[in-house]
């Protein structure tokens, strides 16, 4: 991590001050697996307090409070609305479980694909969008170089630390990342915590 530190604070001074006033990189990472994705669906547009409690209840339905997608499956709708779930997401969260047990899912193959065919594999799933994936190959599979131009917070970051007046569109925050690479979920990551949020999936 020292040697992706060190190129972003001399590619980029004013990431450079972010990362002084930030200090050491402290990412929280999660396994690459179906209860992850299951909980980056539960925390789409939702508060991390209140998200964690449908998670919780969620998770207390389930035997041995093991998230799986059989497990899943065998709840109906119904109960899983009555731990707080919407509609939507029930709907969303039951296709990932038909997805993943009909093989159209693979966990155990994603850690071989290219970011650009995670992506691909994973937003074929109801509900799952470019930015739960880039947030997947973040904070899942461990990517160094994602950069999530979808991310409310990593755009407010930008548009504050390099004073922009508005929030930068995705061409913007290519043409700014370029000479973060082969680091940006780095930079993501302090770009974040600059805003004191706590960034994680």
Known sequence: MRKAILHLKKADPVLGVVIERV?????????PDFQTL????????????????IFNRLAALLPDS?????????????????????KQKTAYIRDLARKTVRGKVRFEALHELPDHEVIEHLT????????????????????????????????????????????????????LAASWRPYCSVASWYLWRSLENQAAL
């Open 66 to 86: 093991k998230i799986t997608p059989e497990a899943l499956l065998k709840l109906t709708p119904v109960k899983m609305r009555r731990a707080g779930l919407s």
């Open 38 to 53: 299951v909980r980056s669906i539960v925390y789409q547009q939702l508060s991390g307090k209140v998200a964690r409690v």
């Open 124 to 175: 074929q799933v109801k509900g799952i969008g470019v930015w739960t994936a880039h947030m997947f190959l973040i904070f899942a599979l461990r990517r160094p170089d994602v950069l999530p131009t979808g991310d409310l917070g990593v755009r407010s970051a930008i548009r504050k630390v390099y004073g922009l007046e508005d929030l930068p569109h995705p061409k913007q925050m290519e043409e």
């Open 23 to 31: 200090g050491a990189y402290r990412i929280e990472y999660r396994d």
